[in-house]
């Protein structure tokens, strides 16, 4: 006979798996001197186009006042660039040569040990994988 399935468990394992996500994100920022809104910004932009400073706000769901700080400190950095478009009302940011770089050690750091993988074999990741799509193509 078949086990009963605790839906109660499953939601208390999620968010267990949620947190310990959460700070291996941190701690991979943290190591490259960035915050976790730093990090953040570095995942949503891109060299190749300008994203305007409102638009990243939404991605970063964070108030546009405090993505100014954000995008000054990566600015310093080298990280990114900031542009005026047509409307010269609207700043558009993006990555440079260096924030790509940046962007890269970051990913490379979070996938090398990522808590939802590791101590998984090729057939439980693709498992996983095939759950984590079914549970992304439901609506919110």
């Not at 990555?95 to 998984?120: M, N, S, Y």
């Amino acid at each position: 006979m078949a086990k009963t399935v605790d839906s109660t468990e499953l939601v208390e394992l999620a968010n267990a798996l949620t947190l310990r996500i959460y700070g291996h994100f941190m701690a991979r920022a943290a190591e490259l001197n960035l915050t976790s809104a730093e990090a953040k910004a570095l995942q949503h932009l891109a060299p190749e186009r300008a994203m305007p400073m409102r638009e990243l706000a939404a991605r970063l769901h964070a108030n546009p006042s405090n993505v100014t700080v954000v995008v000054a400190r990566l600015e310093a950095r080298g990280a990114l660039s900031r542009e005026e478009s047509v409307d010269r009302r609207v700043k558009g940011v993006r990555l440079t040569p260096a924030g790509v770089k940046l962007r890269a050690k970051l990913e490379a750091r979070l996938l090398a040990d990522h808590p939802a993988t590791r101590g998984l074999s090729a057939a439980e990741k693709r498992q996983l994988q095939q759950l984590l799509h079914k549970l992304a193509e439901q609506e919110l």
